[in-house]
């Protein structure tokens, strides 16, 4: 009878380095490729993944409205993430610094953007273009 002992043993580490594997690539796996994540949307025009990767979700039409126009007229030029400061376990602040241009002007900026925790995945407090 031959056993089938090793081979389940075999299967069940190669499943569990599969699963860190693929948690590790997730977007929202560390502040830094949360923010990445963020910018790379940003770059996209893409403000339903923006939203997604940020903990404010509960925007009104409105606010969305006015949140796609201004996501259409800046040109996210270039970022880099350039530190990530870990305050706790559960909240970090992400130096970035960006190139953005706007009707014909352009601009670097350098910021640093608060992430959070939340259940095991990190997310844009707000969100980078948060407004008054």
Same mark, same amino acid.
């Given at each position: 009878m031959k056993s089938y002992? /090793?081979?389940?043993?075999?299967?069940g580490l190669l499943l569990l380095l599969a699963g860190c594997s693929a948690l590790e690539r997730s977007p929202q796996s560390s502040p830094g490729k949360l923010v990445e994540a963020y910018l790379e949307a940003f770059?996209?025009?893409?403000? /339903?993944?923006?939203?997604?990767?940020?903990?404010?979700?509960?925007?009104?039409?409105?606010?969305r409205a006015f949140l796609e126009k201004i996501v259409e007229l800046i040109?996210?030029?270039?970022?880099?993430?350039?530190?990530?400061?870990?305050?706790?376990?559960?909240e970090a602040?992400?130096?970035?610094?960006?190139?953005?241009?706007?009707?014909?002007?352009?601009?670097?900026?350098t910021e640093q953007v608060r992430v959070i925790l939340k259940e095991g995945q990190w997310f844009l407090q707000g969100g980078l273009l948060d407004f008054p």
């Amino acid at each position: 009878m031959k056993s089938y002992f /090793p081979a389940a043993v075999l299967a069940g580490l190669l499943l569990l380095l599969a699963g860190c594997s693929a948690l590790e690539r997730s977007p929202q796996s560390s502040p830094g490729k949360l923010v990445e994540a963020y910018l790379e949307a940003f770059q996209q025009n893409d403000l /339903p993944l923006m939203l997604q990767l940020s903990d404010s979700l509960d925007t009104g039409a409105a606010e969305r409205a006015f949140l796609e126009k201004i996501v259409e007229l800046i040109e996210l030029k270039s970022f880099s993430v350039d530190e990530v400061e870990l305050i706790s376990e559960e909240e970090a602040l992400v130096t970035i610094t960006v190139e953005l241009s706007l009707m014909g002007q352009e601009k670097s900026h350098t910021e640093q953007v608060r992430v959070i925790l939340k259940e095991g995945q990190w997310f844009l407090q707000g969100g980078l273009l948060d407004f008054p």
